[in-house]
């Protein structure tokens, strides 16, 4: 269970929803890419797909959510330029680190696991650091942790990141994203305690 300091004030709503990963055919499949296989889901899952659009640098979509307008976007930039677009966006759209919320894999977590968080540090991820920069080096937005597991030895991080998971692995990878995506209104609302309770207590 999170700490209530880690939830938005019951008044936010989140506007805009990232997606991490890295471009291109050769890394679609691999853990990196975890955020982008959430946005594209939850895309789907609202009769939308995303399509390019080059002034916020990336894929993006438009759907509604609980009857709200969000905004999706999955930066067509690497990883460690993932701000270029977010801050695009964000600045276009007029939308505050308040009202973002971040997809992204987490090696902290094993495989079929999920966490949301509100605000905090980039914990050496590189999309995670410059979208903090491209924001003005605010940390408030929402995160969506999805669990890919650990290679073990931290030397061994790169080469993980950017292979691809074993079949049970994305089984359970999947599994936690569309479970995320059914508590996904709760969570876009501001009203998050009863997303946080079912996600955080879910495991594939």
Do not use: C
Request: glycine share 12%; net charge positive.
């Amino acid at each position: 269970m999170a700490k209530s300091s880690e939830l938005l004030p019951s008044n936010e709503s989140i506007r805009l929803v990232v997606g991490l990963g890295n471009p291109g055919a050769q890394y679609e499949d691999t853990r990196h890419n975890a955020g982008f296989w959430y946005v594209e889901q939850l895309a789907r899952s609202h009769g939308s797909i995303l399509q390019p659009e080059k002034k916020f640098f990336g894929m993006t979509a438009r759907v509604l959510i609980g009857g709200q307008e969000v905004r999706l976007l999955n930066p067509g930039t690497f990883m460690n330029r993932s701000g270029q677009a977010v801050g695009a966006m964000a600045t276009f759209f007029k939308i505050p680190p308040e009202s973002i919320l971040v997809v992204h894999d987490e090696l902290d977590l094993p495989a079929g696991v999920g966490r949301l968080k509100q605000g905090g540090g980039h914990g050496g991820h590189n999309g995670l650091r410059d979208i903090i920069s491209s924001l003005g080096n605010s940390r408030e937005f929402l995160r969506l942790r999805l669990g890919i597991g650990h290679p073990g030895n931290s030397k061994d991080v790169v080469n993980y990141v950017l292979t691809k998971p074993s079949v049970a692995e994305r089984q359970k990878i999947d599994a936690v994203i569309d479970e995320s995506i059914r508590v996904t209104p709760e969570a876009l609302n501001g009203k998050r305690s009863k997303a946080v309770q079912e996600l955080h207590t879910f495991s594939a």
